[in-house]
């Protein structure tokens, strides 16, 4: 009954407002950001057919909250959902063939916080449970995916990394280290990559981008056994604590304001029984290194590794944990890698979503104080 009163809402433009969420730590930094998602979709030429879009949209959690939602358009139809398996919030519109133009404007308002759990806080007091069991919400993120195996290669360097390490804390902080010493950065990637673990490993070419690069994290750590999941997202703005290493890799903003078409990262973080998730961003160690051409054993690298081992900053917001699976209403494109990027197809055939100009979107951010 709720989907169907959203889906009647929204035939002609829609908003919502979330009820106001308390934050588990509210000693840490809080960012407000509207982002604004402005989409003219372009088609390319000899394209015919119905024309589909699928948009990321945040998700609620103790660190991020989705105060508002509005759009409007020259949509035929278009109505919020989550009926997919990882319950990805999405925005989905279609135009005939017959529109001139496919129009739509996105306006969200999100709160976030930094979240800090690292060695010197609550993780410092991390005791491991005599008896571990994962909740069922939990378990999914102890399976393997098309491109997050577990098994075979996967396996052997999970188990090499870790060796006779136990304890589940300890464990993960060994594949982080590893990713951090024998992963780089490779800006020639499309996007943010496409995260292919078996890949990776198996040809040895330890290079990519931030879905390569936490995707292997993630890979690690489930075939040990700690559920541990991306999380697809976007950079909103400036990050002062990652900027006093690398001005410019982490976001950036003048006024508070930012273009951010080309600010989609995939982030990490793995689960502790006893605890909660845990943050932790092994790729933002590499793209620090590439930038500043700095050394795995540089200082400054080891400060960054440090921090981004059960930290990060709140210039990002995620939108959906999903890997290899269906979205709704089911594309010609099936099983979707990843979301982090809008998703189009015309006539069943995709846009390219990696750029913004040849798919028609601006994406701005403004931070709200």
């Not at 109505?79 to 319950?87: A, L, R, V």
């Not at 519109?93 to 690292?118: I, S």
């Not at 499309?190 to 995707?215: A, F, M, P, Y």
Request: charged content about 20%; glycine content about 8%.
């Amino acid at each position: 009954m709720k989907k169907m009163l959203l889906a009647s809402l929204v035939a002609t433009g829609f908003a919502y407002a979330n009820q106001p969420q308390t934050f588990t730590n509210p000693n840490t930094t809080l960012h407000t950001y509207e982002f604004t998602n402005t989409y003219d979709l372009v088609v390319p030429k000899g394209a015919s057919g119905q024309t589909n879009l699928w948009v990321p949209l945040p998700f609620d959690s103790d660190y991020q909250n989705v105060k508002s939602i509005e759009f409007e358009g020259n949509y035929n139809k278009a109505f919020i959902t989550e009926n997919n398996q990882y319950g990805a919030k999405t925005l989905y519109a279609n135009w005939n063939d017959k529109a001139e133009k496919r129009l739509l404007k996105v306006k969200m308002v999100v709160q976030t916080q930094d979240r800090e759990y690292g060695k010197t806080g609550a993780l410092s007091q991390y005791q491991m449970p005599e008896n571990i069991e994962y909740s069922i919400d939990v378990q999914p993120y102890l399976k393997a995916t098309e491109h997050i195996k577990i098994d075979g290669i996967v396996k052997e360097f999970a188990d090499k990394i870790v060796g006779n390490e136990t304890n589940p804390l300890k464990k993960a902080e060994l594949i982080h280290q590893w990713i951090v010493k024998n992963m780089e950065r490779d800006n020639s990637v499309l996007g943010c990559g496409d995260g292919d673990v078996e890949k990776i490993l198996t040809t040895g070419v330890l290079k990519g981008k931030c879905t390569d690069i936490n995707s292997v994290f993630v890979a690690l750590a489930r075939a040990v056994n700690i559920p541990a999941r991306e999380i697809f997202g976007i950079r909103l703005g400036a990050a002062p604590k990652m900027s006093a290493y690398s001005a410019t890799s982490f976001g950036s903003a003048k006024d508070g304001v930012a273009n951010v078409n080309g600010g989609q990262h995939c982030r990490a973080e793995f689960y502790l029984a006893g605890f909660g998730w845990v943050p932790v961003d092994s790729a933002d160690v590499a793209k620090m290194r590439l930038a500043e051409k700095k050394s795995v054993e540089d200082k400054e690298t080891q400060a960054v590794a440090n921090y981004l081992f059960g930290n990060w900053e709140a210039n990002w917001v995620g939108f959906n944990h999903a890997r290899d699976f269906a979205l709704y209403p089911t594309p010609e494109l099936t099983p979707l890698n990843n979301f982090g990027y809008p998703y189009a197809e015309v006539g069943g055939e995709p846009l390219n979503s990696f750029d913004a100009k040849e798919f028609g979107y601006e994406f701005i951010s403004k931070e709200i104080k």
